[in-house]
């Protein structure tokens, strides 16, 4: 064995395990407007109860990819823009505030979000491009408050259940980052133009 054979053996036998690339918490959705917002947020601030956990305002958002450990925040930035050319602007039907995603053992108060042509077109094209699978169907939903305990209680404490009839244009779709521990917000880390709507929109 010459020297260097040894020392390439010696270092693969004794060499520290690679640490594991950094991975990010990232998820996709659209950006609600400040006005509708803050029209949706006064349900939820309505619930004094010690178990809700209101979302901040700048917060408020409709998950399309559910949050993933990203290990290459670049190439999931760059693999956004080209899926958003592909797919229409619309416009986002928000057509009720209740509790979800089971009535009768409820853990967010959410608004609902009509099932249009083109938003599901959207949540389809992004959910294949990042490799998302799930077999639930796709209910698009705006959380406004997280219940910890017993949500059914807090319900009947605060019962929520009206029809809405609040409407945004979607032109883009927006690439988030989830806070780390001991931090506050979701970042948005890129936003990609939608194609142009369909003509008598």
């Not at 060499?15 to 690339?21: G, S």
């Not at 947020?41 to 309505?46: K, N, Q, S, V, W």
């Not at 009768?104 to 491009?129: F, G, H, N, Y």
């Not at 639930?136 to 009839?165: C, K, S, Y």
Request: proline letters at 9%.
């Amino acid at each position: 064995m010459t020297i260097d054979d040894e020392q390439i053996e010696q270092g693969a036998a004794g060499a520290a395990p690679t640490a594991a690339a950094p991975t990010a918490r990232l998820f996709i959705g659209l950006k609600l407007n400040a006005e509708i917002a803050r029209s949706l947020l006064r349900f939820a601030e309505g619930l004094k109860d010690p178990a809700v956990r209101v979302v901040a305002v700048d917060d408020i958002h409709l998950t399309l990819v559910p949050p993933w450990a990203e290990p290459a925040i670049p190439e999931a930035i760059a693999r956004l823009a080209p899926v958003a050319a592909t797919c229409r602007a619309f416009v986002l039907a928000i057509q009720h505030v209740g509790y979800g995603p089971e009535p009768r053992w409820p853990r967010l108060l959410w608004a609902d979000c009509a099932i249009a042509d083109e938003l599901v077109a959207l949540q389809s094209a992004l959910a294949a491009a990042y490799q998302h699978s799930d077999e639930r169907p796709f209910r698009p939903h705006i959380t406004l408050a997280r219940l910890r305990g017993n949500g059914r209680v807090i319900a009947r404490r605060h019962p929520l259940d009206q029809p809405l009839a609040l409407t945004q244009w979607v032109k883009s779709v927006e690439l988030f980052q989830s806070p780390n521990a001991g931090e506050r917000g979701y970042k948005v880390l890129a936003s990609a133009s939608l194609g142009q709507p369909a003509p008598n929109a």
